[in-house]
């Protein structure tokens, strides 16, 4: 062999190294972006979980409540919680210190 091809044997040898180098670190970014992808879907499904549960116990609580054709006490409730109403001989206190 000559000396010539030689030498281009080691160049296509190194860019052929180079190459894989370079694929092989693609390949750990992608992995790493995968799983951070993965672990932030997660997250987010487990928030949708928390937030269906926290539907349901609404749901079966209007369900409650509308099986028991008692419609003075959801009014009432939507009274104290929604619109801040009380009784007349209640004293509500409230935590201004946060401010």
């Given amino acids: 062999m000559t000396k010539k091809k ?3 044997k080691n160049v296509l040898k190194g860019c052929t190294l180079a190459i894989m180098i370079i694929t092989v670190l693609a390949c750990f970014g992608s992995i790493i ?3 951070a992808s993965l ?4 997250e987010e499904l487990h928030e949708l979980e928390m937030k269906t549960e ?3 116990s609404q749901n079966e609580e209007y369900q409650r409540l509308f099986n028991a054709d008692d419609i003075n006490s959801y009014k009432e409730k939507l009274a104290i919680e ?3 109403y009380a009784y007349p001989n209640e004293i509500r206190f409230y935590d201004t210190s946060r401010n």
Avoid: Y
Avoid at 39 to 42: C, D, G, Q
């Fill in 33 to 35: 972006s995968t799983q």
């Fill in 82 to 84: 929604n619109m801040n």
């Fill in 54 to 56: 926290e539907i349901k």
């Fill in 6 to 8: 030689k030498e281009e």
């Fill in 39 to 42: 672990a932030e879907k997660r």
